[in-house]
C-alpha cells in the first residue's frame, strides 16, 4: 500500500482545509485508515480513523465536532475536512493504514504517507 497526502497550507484561525490521501495498491475493505499529525517537538498524535469500506470514525476529543474523516473508494481517496482550525492544529498530517486492528498509537500503523504540513495562524 502507497499512500500520499496533499492539502495543507496556511489558513488563519477559524479557517478550514481539506486534506486529502491518495492510496495505491491493494486495499481491502477491512483495512483502517488513519490520520496522525505531529507538531514541532512532539510525539506523532492520533486524530482519527475508520474502516477503508465504512463504519465507526473514530476521533481524538481534540478534534471532535470540527473534523471529518471520510473515504471515497472509487477514487482510492481518503479525506479530512478540516473547520474551526485553532493554531493548537499547527502541525505535519500523515495518512497511514493497516491491515488489522484500528490503533490509536503511531506504531500501530505498517503504511504511511510523506505528511503535509498545516499551519494556522492566530
Known amino acids: 500500500v502507497q499512500l500520499q497526502a496533499s492539502g495543507g497550507g496556511l489558513v488563519q484561525a477559524g479557517g478550514s482545509l481539506r486534506l486529502s490521501c491518495a492510496a495505491s495498491?491493494?486495499?481491502?475493505?477491512?483495512?483502517?485508515m488513519a490520520w496522525f499529525r505531529q507538531a514541532p517537538g512532539k510525539e506523532r498524535e492520533f486524530v482519527a480513523a475508520?474502516?477503508?469500506?465504512?463504519?465507526?470514525?473514530y476521533y481524538a476529543d481534540s478534534v471532535k465536532g470540527r473534523f471529518t474523516m471520510s473515504t471515497e473508494t472509487a477514487k482510492n481517496t481518503v479525506y479530512l475536512q478540516m473547520n474551526s482550525l485553532k493554531p493548537e492544529d499547527t502541525a505535519v498530517y500523515y495518512c497511514?493504514?493497516?491491515?488489522?486492528?484500528?490503533?490509536?498509537?503511531?506504531?500501530?500503523?505498517?503504511?504511511w504517507g510523506q505528511g503535509t504540513l498545516v499551519t494556522v495562524s492566530s
Open positions: 497511514a493504514s493497516n491491515s488489522g486492528t484500528l490503533e490509536y498509537a503511531a506504531g500501530g500503523y505498517h503504511y
Open positions: 495498491g491493494r486495499i481491502s475493505n477491512w483495512y483502517v
Open positions: 475508520r474502516r477503508w469500506g465504512g463504519g465507526t470514525t
